[in-house]
């Protein structure tokens, strides 16, 4: 059984950032592809991008690229998602994902977190 856990959300202003991680407890967590989704009050879990399990190719959703950064320490069972820039429709619970990248996109997630919140103030 695979967990995940996140930390690092909390109220940040407009135009401030933070650092979301995503905590793994498996050994095998290299072998995984990671993603960072969003869940607003109200709407559907959108998808924010997505690392493969060398962190050489990463995808970014339209609405946060050149905002957001996501990266992985896999010797730390670790994924990142570093927020620039933030605004007030950023905000969501901010969930990981462990799964699989098939044909260049997003395909399942095997494993989820239990979400951090992030609230962005104007």
């Known amino acids: 059984q695979v967990q995940l856990v996140e930390s690092g959300g909390g109220l940040v202003q407009a135009g401030g950032s933070l650092r979301l991680s995503c905590a793994a407890s498996?050994?095998?967590?290299?072998?995984?592809?990671m993603a960072w989704f969003r869940q607003a009050p109200g709407k559907e879990r959108e998808f924010v991008g997505t690392i493969n399990w060398t962190g050489g190719s990463i995808y970014y959703a339209d609405s946060v690229k050149g905002r957001f950064t996501i990266s992985r320490e896999n010797a730390k069972n670790t994924v990142y998602l570093q927020m620039n820039r933030l605004k007030p429709e950023d905000t969501a619970v901010y969930y990981c994902?462990?799964?699989?990248?098939?044909?260049?996109?997003?395909?399942?997630?095997?494993?989820w977190g239990q979400g951090t919140q992030v609230t962005v103030s104007s």
């Open positions: 498996v050994r095998t967590f290299s072998r995984y592809a």
């Open positions: 994902a462990a799964g699989v990248i098939s044909g260049g996109s997003w395909s399942r997630a095997d494993y």
